[in-house]
């Protein structure tokens, strides 16, 4: 198993420990699902010094209308680009260095590989919510033994084989909601003098503005765990076993968000994503 690196959130300095213990032998085991419901996935940078930072929520907000809240999942990346941000951690800064276009800036099932402007993301999610899933996933976390959660992760294959290619599964650990006082906190808001957006006349900055979908920590790796061929294969079901400790730490409002990435430099996608509350179960879908 390999320990995880720590940590620490600004607002209680308490700790996170997570560990992954590999990928279960399917073969000859139970048969996965034939059918999944397919899922998106939004990805996006922020930072709270950015003026049009708080548009991104909102127009993550706008695919969760759209499609259901079960079937869109955002996670919001925050980064230093224009100044201070209390929920920027090493890997949300590393991940936008990589994938951001600037702030803010976001992925629908990593298609393309790099961040967009947000007004593509309805048709990339409209687009995705059209393609039959050819796989899926569930998460427990609902163990906990003293502090410690376990978090079991299956990948299910549908009646088709994943195509050739590497796939990977990653997993998040996310914080549904996030506020407090401050350089850091406060979100700055350049549409305060706009009368026909949502945030006119809410302050610039916000104070005690709530930041939504925050990564805390990946639960394997930022880059995941890499699915093992026969995990591939049609009927395939596969498990991924993390630990996370929470010690310090209210679970309440704390979620798994966990992917699978089929990894391509012409063709990047997420097959499909699932979500559910620390301390809970959420099967297949």
Same mark, same amino acid.
């Given at each position: 198993?390999? $320990?995880?690196?720590?940590?620490?959130?600004?607002?209680?300095? &308490? =700790?996170? %420990?997570? /560990?992954?213990?590999?990928?279960?032998?399917?073969?000859?085991?139970? /048969?996965?699902?034939?059918?999944?419901?397919?899922?998106?996935?939004?990805?996006?940078?922020?930072?709270?010094?950015?003026?049009?930072?708080?548009?991104?929520?909102?127009?993550?907000?706008?695919?969760?209308?759209?499609?259901?809240?079960?079937?869109?999942?955002?996670?919001?990346?925050?980064?230093?680009?224009?100044?201070?941000?209390?929920?920027?951690?090493?890997?949300?800064?590393?991940? %936008?260095?990589?994938?951001?276009?600037?702030?803010?800036? *976001?992925?629908? @099932?990593?298609?393309?590989?790099?961040?967009?402007?947000?007004? @593509?993301?309805? &048709? $990339?999610?409209?687009?995705?919510?059209?393609?039959?899933?050819?796989?899926?996933?569930?998460?427990?976390?609902?163990?906990?033994?003293?502090?410690? =959660?376990?978090? /079991?992760?299956?990948?299910?294959?549908?009646?088709?084989?994943?195509?050739?290619?590497?796939?990977?599964?990653?997993? +998040?650990?996310?914080?549904?909601?996030?506020? *407090?006082?401050? %350089?850091?906190?406060?979100?700055? !808001?350049?549409?305060?003098?706009?009368?026909?957006?949502?945030?006119?006349?809410?302050?610039?900055?916000?104070?005690?503005?709530?930041?939504?979908?925050?990564?805390?920590?990946?639960?394997?790796?930022?880059?995941?765990?890499?699915?093992?061929?026969?995990?591939?294969?049609?009927?395939?079901?596969?498990?991924?076993?993390?630990?996370?400790?929470?010690?310090?730490?209210?679970?309440?409002? +704390?979620?798994?968000?966990?992917?699978?990435? =089929?990894?391509?430099?012409? &063709?990047?996608?997420?097959?499909?994503?699932?979500?559910?509350?620390?301390?809970? !179960?959420?099967?297949?879908?």
């Amino acid at each position: 198993m390999k $320990k995880l690196l720590v940590l620490a959130i600004a607002v209680s300095m &308490a =700790f996170f %420990s997570c /560990k992954d213990s590999g990928t279960d032998d399917p073969i000859g085991g139970p /048969k996965a699902p034939e059918t999944y419901s397919q899922k998106v996935l939004v990805e996006y940078t922020t930072c709270a010094g950015c003026p049009y930072c708080p548009d991104g929520p909102l127009y993550a907000d706008k695919l969760v209308t759209k499609f259901g809240p079960n079937n869109v999942y955002a996670v919001a990346m925050h980064n230093l680009y224009q100044g201070a941000d209390m929920m920027a951690g090493d890997e949300s800064k590393v991940f %936008s260095d990589a994938y951001s276009a600037g702030n803010p800036t *976001g992925m629908i @099932n990593r298609i393309g590989g790099k961040c967009e402007t947000r007004s @593509n993301w309805d &048709a $990339k999610a409209t687009g995705v919510m059209g393609e039959d899933a050819k796989c899926g996933l569930s998460i427990d976390a609902s163990v906990k033994t003293g502090n410690k =959660f376990s978090v /079991k992760v299956k990948l299910g294959v549908g009646k088709v084989a994943l195509p050739a290619g590497k796939y990977y599964v990653v997993a +998040y650990l996310t914080q549904k909601t996030m506020t *407090g006082l401050g %350089s850091g906190w406060d979100q700055a !808001n350049g549409y305060n003098g706009t009368s026909t957006h949502a945030l006119y006349n809410k302050g610039n900055p916000i104070k005690n503005y709530i930041h939504h979908n925050v990564l805390m920590k990946s639960l394997n790796t930022m880059t995941g765990t890499l699915v093992a061929s026969e995990g591939m294969a049609a009927g395939a079901l596969s498990e991924y076993n993390l630990e996370c400790d929470m010690t310090g730490v209210d679970p309440a409002g +704390y979620e798994v968000t966990a992917f699978v990435y =089929f990894k391509s430099i012409s &063709a990047p996608y997420v097959e499909n994503v699932q979500r559910v509350a620390l301390g809970s !179960n959420k099967s297949f879908d």
